[in-house]
């Protein structure tokens, strides 16, 4: 499989997800020029998706389109290490009512009293999710959860000593203590480390159906299209998902974060307000993390990769979402000036 493949894989899975929304909402989708990845992965896997079948296939014109090509490579490309991480354990403690700042206080500080200390663990994650609100019409709107993760590479550090552990906070602890969940036992996670070797060093080819393998070389590299003038006007202070597009997930322990204009009229406009600094502003998790941003202007799109937020990846990750799929949408409905003549239409 080419490096390509993989990329144009998730633009065809992208399109086909909106093209539900969009169905769902009887909505018109104009058609765009990212159009054509999908429709070369389609011609370019026709034969294979019959033979794997045991199917004929039936005649195809492969068509090639102008224009179609990516940038030149840094002349590397990245490898990566799967590993057995060590063991780990969470418990999610809920605090309700008033004082919710103070509870935790005090219930972190009893358990690790009783655990003798956080320096017995290799790591520790203490998080406060404040999901309460005052005066809440319901109990549940009115609880925050404080989620407490150990790990270690010794499991016995770390299972139902720690988990129940936590349970004898019931009695000495704060008002209203109560957990999501029973005590359970530690779980291995695995770890996952990336770099980058020489291109050179890996051969990429494909094997046909009749078992011959052909090398597959890297296509050739097209310029870019030449930047628009950046819009002027008037703006209005709004989600930045009003008019763009997001998809995120996770690239080991790194986080990568698309986001995508609905025409190429309006990609300027947030290739030039969305630099690294913007981006991280918007995303204070990634403040004091090295982001790499990416310019991909044949799709009127960003790509934002975050380097380490997930940790050693998503098995190791103590983060509540730990892939990282809910990272585009979480930057999308940050408020940022617009200008107001980007706000009519939508994101495609």
Sequence with gaps: MSPASPATARLMETWARGRDIADGLCAQREPAIRLRHIAHLGVSTLRFAFSLNGL?????VITRHPGT?????????????????????????????????VKAARAEALLFGLLGGKERFA????????????????????????????????PGKVGRSF????????LAGYAGFHTTAPPTAESAFGGYRPTFVPAELVQHAVVL??????????????????????????????????????????????????????????????????????FRALLPEAADLEVRRYELPNLSALNFVVVGLLGQGPAASTRPDP???????????????????LLGAGPS
């Design 56 to 60: 004929a296939a039936p005649a195809a």
């Design 163 to 170: 988990a129940n552990a936590t349970m004898e906070l019931a």
């Design 209 to 278: 159906p009749d078992g011959s393998r052909r090398a597959v070389r890297p296509g050739p590299a097209h310029a870019a299209p030449a930047a628009a003038a950046h819009l002027a006007g008037p703006t209005r202070r709004a989600p930045l998902g009003l008019f763009c597009g997001a998809r995120s997930s996770d690239k080991g322990g790194n986080a990568n974060v698309g986001l995508w204009t609905p025409s190429p009229a309006a990609y300027p406009w947030l290739r030039d307000y969305l630099d690294v600094g913007r």
């Design 323 to 341: 892939q990282a799929k809910g990272l585009g949408e979480y930057l999308r409905s940050r408020h940022v000036d617009i200008p107001v003549q």
């Design 69 to 101: 090509g990516g940038l030149v490579s840094a002349g590397t490309v990245k490898v990566a290490l799967d590993y057995l991480g060590g063991c780990r354990n969470t418990m999610t403690l809920v605090l309700t009512g008033l004082d919710i700042e």
């Design 123 to 154: 790591e520790v994650d203490v998080r406060l999710i404040r999901s309460d609100r005052p005066d809440a019409p319901t109990n549940e709107q009115a609880t925050a959860q404080l989620r407490i993760t150990v790990k270690d590479p010794d």
